[in-house]
């Protein structure tokens, strides 16, 4: 059996499934099972966590801060609209805004707002 892998810049491609209204989504927002396999490795790669579990923490240097949040219209949809949350795109699942990791990136969050011109590795 062949597995093929597609990145982009380094970074693998989002593997996407369609939610109940037919959107196009990153499968670990549909999939609790993938997004938990995915939060697990950036917790295991990164250091995701949250700011009171005692590790060296930035307050200005939140999920909700780093370039590779994104919160755009279309996977806030897939995500149920719920504010705190964002979709890394770094490590492929839903994160909630207040928590950080050692891969923190500055110049996010990614929303609608944006050219993607900050945010072309992502």
């Not at 670990?28 to 995915?38: G, I, L, S, Y």
């Amino acid at each position: 059996m062949i597995n093929l892998v597609i990145s982009l810049g380094g970074m693998e491609v989002d593997k996407m499934d369609k939610d109940e209204e037919g959107n196009n989504c990153p499968l670990a927002t549909q999939d609790p099972e993938v997004n938990a396999k995915n939060k697990e490795k950036a917790i295991e790669e990164a250091n995701y966590r949250e700011p009171n579990t005692g590790s060296a923490f930035v307050l200005s240097e939140t999920c909700g801060s780093c370039a590779a949040f994104n919160q755009t219209h279309e996977i806030m949809e897939c995500m149920g609209n719920n504010p705190h949350l964002g979709y890394c795109q770094m490590y492929k699942f839903m994160c909630h805004e207040e928590n950080t990791c050692d891969s923190w990136a500055e110049g996010g969050p990614i929303t609608d707002a944006d050219d993607g011109s900050e945010h072309d590795l992502l």
